[in-house]
């Protein structure tokens, strides 16, 4: 089925391990973003790529990598993860620039213990 | 950080009642976007409209934009329990600066 895929879609781990989100797109489109959303903070902008080898940082990528090697993944890594990175996590994508509408993945909730 | 301010930050009304909710911006925008989100999902893209535009619908949703005032509402007219979600504005500015999301409302419709 086509669409944006988030895997997985819950994981619990420990701080200071190395975790990776997975977001795979099937539109080919060119840009994918990765968000956190937090009570009270609401949709915060981690990293954000606009094609294949183009990473740009959020509003608050300390603590996390991300890469782009395929037009359609985007994975997220927590090198070290601490207990302020316990969230929900959101892929999205968009077609032909940063103002047109995005669309996004279920989500990844993560929580470090 | 939020460009976009929902307000109010949770309503609730009954079957059938229409529901408003508003935006306020900070800065000049090119476009904003509402958005949807079921719970445990992620958000949907609802309506967008230009910074040229005053206002736009789509079946039972009504956007306008007041560009003097920096402020947009979002209308869901004659609601069902099925509107019951949140809703995010999202403001785009200019060049290469992505989205901004604003914190949400959340609607609580009630049969």
């Known amino acids: 089925d086509a669409g944006i895929t988030q895997s997985p879609r819950y994981k619990i781990t420990e701080t200071g391990r190395q975790v990776t989100l997975m977001c795979h797109q099937t539109w080919s489109h060119s840009y994918m973003f990765w968000y956190r959303q937090d009570l009270g903070h609401g949709l915060r902008l981690i990293y954000y790529?606009?094609?294949?080898?183009?990473?740009d940082k959020g509003e608050v990528p300390d603590g996390y990598v991300v890469s782009r090697s395929k037009t359609e993944n985007f994975p997220l890594t927590l090198e070290s993860a601490t207990r302020s990175q316990t969230s929900v996590y959101f892929c999205?994508?968009?077609?032909?620039?940063?103002?047109?509408?995005?669309?996004f993945g279920d989500g990844t909730r993560l929580s470090i213990l | 950080s939020q460009q976009g301010e929902e307000d109010p930050q949770a309503l609730s009304i009954q079957e059938g009642e229409n529901a408003t909710m508003n935006c306020s911006y900070k800065t000049s925008i090119n476009n904003l976007q509402w958005y949807r989100q079921n719970s445990g999902r992620g958000l949907v893209h609802l309506i967008l409209?230009?910074?040229?535009?005053r206002e736009k619908h789509s079946g039972r949703l009504r956007v306008t934009l007041d560009t003097s005032k920096k402020s947009s509402s979002l209308l869901i007219t004659a609601s069902r329990a099925a509107d019951t979600a949140s809703y995010f504005c999202?403001?785009?500015?200019?060049?290469?600066?992505?989205?901004?999301f604003g914190k949400g409302t959340r609607l609580s419709v009630i049969a």
């Open positions: 790529s606009a094609a294949a080898d183009i990473t």
């Open positions: 999202a403001t785009y500015s200019s060049g290469n600066t992505p989205l901004v």
């Open positions: 999205a994508s968009s077609d032909r620039g940063l103002n047109q509408p995005q669309h």
């Open positions: 409209i230009r910074s040229n535009e």
